[in-house]
C-alpha cells in the first residue's frame, strides 16, 4: 500500500479544501445524499484519469482492474472489478456514495498527514502554517503546487486556463451549488456563465458532473430512510435504574441503554421543550461528526450568561463565533502554557498540602476543590481570592443549580445571601483588571486573563466590556471541576495500593532530592503509571457525564427522526461502562490504555472532556495539572479512605463529584514540604 503522503493529490482531497471554511474550521456543505454523491463523483473522476475505468452513455466499464494502491480509490475499484453489474456511471456514484463518511474520513486524515490541514480539538481543521503563509503545497512528486481554492478560484475569477483536474473540481463544485458558498453573492452571478462553460471542457468532469447531478435529483439506487418511532420512558423505566439513586449517571445511563436502545424520549420537559437522550458509542460519533450542523448549545446556557451580564460566551457560541474565540484561545488554554508556569504550580500545590498533618481527616470534594482553587486563582487569573473563594464557589454552584439544571427555582439565585456573594463576583473582575494593566503584567509569563482581555483591547465589539466577567468565572468553576475529578483520581490510587506506590516512585523520579523537573519531563513514559490512572479515574467516573443541545435542525441519530426544537441529553459517558468496548467496564483497570488494548481509541468510546465542537478547549493542560497534583500528593502524603469500608457515592449536581461521606486520612507525611 503506498502511503498517503507518497499518493498524489486526489481529487477528493482537493474538493474538500476546495469546501473548508477557513474562518469557522467546518466544510461548507452540510453532510448529506448530495454531499455523498459529490466526493463519491471524485473519487470516480480520479478512478477515470488513472486510466481504470472508462464510460459511454450507457455504461461504466473496467479497463484496468490493477490496484492503485491507493486506499481512497481501489475499494471502489475492487467493488467495479469484481461486479456483474452493467451499469452506468450514475448507478457507481450512488454506489460509492454508500461509503462516503469513509471517504472523507480517509481524505481529512490524508491532509493532515500531508500538513496540508491542522486537526484542532474540538473537530476543526484549518490550512496549516506553513500552507496559509504560502499558498502552496507539496505534491507526490515534489512538485509545488498553489492551494486548491486559490488556484480554482483564480481560474474562474481570473480568465485562467484551468487543467483537466481543476475542470474536473469545477464541474463537481458547480453540481452541488459550491461557489454559492465560496463566493460573493455578486461575483457568484457575474461569474456564472463562466463556471458554466469550464464545467463542460473536460470530458470526464461533464460525465462524472452529469451523473452526480442526476444522482442528486432521480436517485437510481438510494434507499429511503425508514426511521423508527423514539421510545417513550416513563419515570418508572427511570427508577428501575437503581445507580440513578447512587448518583452514577453514566452507570445509569448504560443501562437505560441496553434496554431501550441509543436513542429514547425522558418522562420530563426543559424550558418546555421534550427531552430527548443520545447514547452509545454510535451516537457520539454521530455527535462528533455531524453536531456542529444540527445542534446549538446557546440555548441551556444562555440563563447562565445573563447571571453574570454576559450575552456571548465560549460555550454559548456556535459556528464560526465559537471557532474564531477558541482558534484565538488555544495558545492560553494549552500544555505548553501552563509547562511554563510548573513551579508556580508545585508551589501552589505544596502550599496547600503543607496544611494536611499527619493523623488530620478531611472531606476530599470540599478540600480538594479548595485545594485546586488556590492553584487556579493564581495560575490562571493571577489573582489570590482565597479569602472569598468560598463564597465565589457557592455563588457559581447555584447559578449552575437554577439556571443551567433547573433543580432550584431561579429565585433562590436572588436571596440575601446570593445577592452577597454575587458583589464577589465583581470584586474578582475589579481585581483582575487592577492586576492586568502593562506595569503590573511586565516580565510576568501570561496567563488565561490576559488572553481575554487582549481579546478584548484587539476587538471590543467581539467580546465588549460586559461579557468580559464570565470567562473569568468560568476559571473558578474550572476548580469545581478538577477538584471533583482530583477526589475521584486520589481515592482510586487509594484504593489501589499497589497503583499508590508505583506512583510514589515515578514522583521520587521526578521530584527526589529537591529536582525540580520541567515539562519535558512529565513525558507519557516518566509518568505511564499516574496517566493511565487518571484516565481510569476519568473513565469511571467522569465529572461531566453529560451536556445539553437544542436541536436546530431536524435530524436523524441511528435511525431515529428528532424534530427541530427538540432538548437533547447527550450522555457522552454512558459508553464508559459498556462491555462491548471495555472488558470487565465495573472494574478498575489502568491496562485497558496499553497499547495493546486500547480501549479508548474505539471511537465514541470514551469521551471524559465532552464531544464535538465544544470539547473541552484545556484537556491537555488539566491532564498535566491533574497529574502533578496526583503525584506531588503521591510523592508527600500517604492518604488513607476513612472509613474503610466506605463504598463511593455520588452528588451528580451541578457537575458528578464524590459525596461528602469521602473521607481522606493522612496517615503518613512522607516527605515533609518545607517552608
Not at 479512605?641 to 493522612?666: C, E, H, I, M, Q
Request: charged share 25%.
Amino acid at each position: 500500500m503506498i502511503s498517503s503522503v507518497q499518493s498524489p493529490i486526489r481529487l477528493a482531497e482537493e474538493l474538500i479544501l476546495l469546501m473548508l471554511n477557513e474562518q469557522s474550521g467546518y466544510l461548507e456543505m452540510v453532510p448529506g445524499w448530495n454531499f455523498s454523491c459529490v466526493m463519491a463523483g471524485a473519487v470516480i473522476a480520479d478512478l477515470a484519469l488513472e486510466d481504470r475505468i472508462d464510460s459511454d452513455l450507457n455504461r461504466l466499464y473496467l479497463t484496468d482492474p490493477t490496484p492503485t494502491g491507493d486506499s481512497l480509490l481501489d475499494p471502489t475499484l475492487k467493488e467495479i472489478a469484481e461486479s456483474r453489474e452493467t451499469s452506468d456511471m450514475q448507478f457507481w456514484i450512488e454506489r460509492t456514495a454508500g461509503r462516503s463518511d469513509e471517504i472523507v474520513t480517509t481524505t481529512l486524515d490524508r491532509l493532515v498527514e500531508r500538513k496540508i490541514l491542522d486537526y484542532e480539538s474540538g473537530g476543526f481543521w484549518g490550512l496549516s502554517r506553513s500552507v496559509s503563509r504560502s499558498g502552496t503545497y507539496q505534491t507526490s512528486d515534489l512538485q509545488i503546487r498553489q492551494e486548491a481554492k486559490a488556484r480554482v478560484l483564480s481560474v474562474i475569477l481570473n480568465d485562467d486556463i484551468p487543467d483537466p483536474g481543476d475542470a474536473i473540481l469545477i464541474a463537481l463544485m458547480h453540481t452541488c451549488g459550491g461557489f454559492k458558498l465560496v463566493l460573493s453573492p455578486e461575483d457568484y452571478e457575474e461569474k456564472l456563465e463562466r463556471i458554466e462553460t469550464l464545467s463542460k471542457l473536460d470530458l470526464i468532469g461533464r460525465s462524472v458532473a452529469s451523473a452526480v447531478r442526476d444522482s442528486t435529483l432521480t436517485p437510481k439506487t438510494r434507499r429511503v430512510i425508514q426511521t423508527k418511532p423514539i421510545p417513550k420512558l416513563g419515570f418508572t423505566d427511570i427508577l428501575r435504574q437503581r445507580d440513578f439513586l447512587s448518583g452514577n449517571i453514566p452507570k445509569a445511563m448504560q443501562g437505560i441503554f441496553r434496554e431501550h436502545g441509543p436513542v429514547v424520549q425522558l418522562p420530563f420537559k426543559v424550558r418546555k421543550s421534550t427531552v430527548v437522550a443520545l447514547m452509545g458509542s454510535d451516537t457520539n460519533q454521530w455527535v462528533n461528526k455531524y453536531g456542529r450542523f444540527y445542534l446549538r448549545s446557546k440555548d441551556y446556557i444562555q440563563d447562565l450568561e445573563k447571571a453574570f451580564g454576559a450575552t456571548r460566551t465560549l460555550p454559548g457560541m456556535d459556528g464560526a463565533e465559537h471557532y474564531r474565540m477558541r482558534k484565538t484561545l488555544q495558545g492560553a488554554y494549552s500544555r505548553a502554557a501552563l509547562g511554563r508556569r510548573l513551579p508556580e504550580l508545585f508551589q501552589q500545590c505544596r502550599q496547600s498540602l503543607s496544611r494536611w498533618n499527619e493523623g488530620d481527616i478531611f472531606v476530599a470534594a470540599t478540600a480538594f476543590k479548595n485545594h485546586v482553587s488556590s492553584q487556579i486563582s493564581h495560575i490562571v487569573i493571577g489573582v489570590d481570592c482565597s479569602h472569598y473563594v468560598d463564597e465565589l464557589l457557592e455563588y457559581e454552584h447555584r447559578a449552575l443549580v437554577t439556571q443551567v439544571q433547573g433543580a432550584l427555582p431561579k429565585f433562590m439565585l436572588r436571596t440575601p445571601k446570593m445577592k452577597r456573594y454575587a458583589k464577589r463576583v465583581r470584586e474578582l473582575q475589579e481585581a483582575i483588571i487592577a492586576s492586568h494593566t502593562p506595569a503590573q503584567r511586565r516580565g510576568k509569563p501570561p496567563d488565561i486573563a490576559d488572553a481575554f482581555l487582549e481579546l478584548h483591547k484587539n476587538d471590543p465589539q467581539f467580546l465588549p466590556e460586559t461579557d468580559i466577567t464570565f470567562p473569568f468565572v468560568a476559571a473558578m468553576v474550572a476548580s469545581i471541576y478538577l477538584g471533583s475529578g482530583l477526589a475521584f483520581a486520589v481515592y482510586s490510587m487509594a484504593r489501589h495500593p499497589d497503583l499508590y506506590e508505583k506512583i510514589q516512585r515515578e514522583a521520587e523520579a521526578l521530584f527526589g532530592n529537591g529536582r525540580v523537573p520541567e515539562a519535558k519531563d512529565f513525558s507519557l513514559e516518566s509518568i505511564d503509571v499516574t496517566h493511565r490512572l487518571c484516565m481510569e479515574s476519568a473513565r469511571l467516573y467522569p465529572v461531566i457525564p453529560w451536556q445539553l443541545r437544542t436541536v436546530m435542525n431536524e435530524c436523524i441519530v441511528s435511525g431515529y427522526e428528532i424534530p427541530a426544537k427538540t432538548m437533547l441529553l447527550i450522555c457522552q459517558t454512558a459508553s464508559h461502562y459498556a462491555e462491548d468496548l471495555f472488558k470487565d467496564p465495573l472494574e478498575f483497570d489502568i491496562d485497558r490504555y496499553l497499547p495493546d488494548r486500547g480501549e479508548h481509541t474505539t471511537p465514541g468510546a470514551y469521551a471524559p472532556y465532552g464531544l464535538g465542537t465544544h470539547t473541552c478547549l484545556g484537556n491537555r493542560w488539566v491532564e498535566l495539572q491533574m497529574a502533578v497534583n496526583v503525584l506531588l500528593i503521591a510523592h508527600h502524603l500517604k492518604l488513607e479512605v476513612t472509613p474503610a469500608d466506605y463504598k463511593l457515592g455520588f452528588n451528580p449536581f451541578p457537575t458528578s463529584s464524590p459525596n461528602r461521606k469521602l473521607k481522606f486520612r493522612v496517615a503518613e507525611v512522607r516527605n515533609p514540604i518545607r517552608s
